[in-house]
């Protein structure tokens, strides 16, 4: 399945919605890559804030990955970049 999304707040929103799908904790994923769990909650919550490294080792642990695509409709809107 493909979640879309156009801000860092909602990159945060799925990807705290999709651990939680998965019956994760926030110390569990983060012990599979060596995160703290401070920084997994940094991660989900103020998403525009971190490194692209830790964004791609929390993506790791929950086993995702981040694909780039053309966006299919016009010029963004205020509320995105």
Do not use: C
């Not at 990159?11 to 599979?32: A, C, E, H, M, P």
């Amino acid at each position: 399945m493909q979640y879309p999304a156009k801000t860092p707040a909602q990159l945060g929103d799925i990807l705290r919605g999709y651990r939680r799908s998965k019956k994760l904790n926030q110390r569990t994923v983060g012990q599979f890559v060596g995160l703290p769990q401070n920084s997994v909650s940094v991660i989900e919550t103020h998403t525009d804030t971190v490194s692209v490294e830790r964004l791609f080792k929390l993506l790791s642990a929950l086993g995702l990955e981040m694909l780039i695509a053309e966006k299919s409709s016009g010029p963004p809107s205020a509320q995105e970049w």
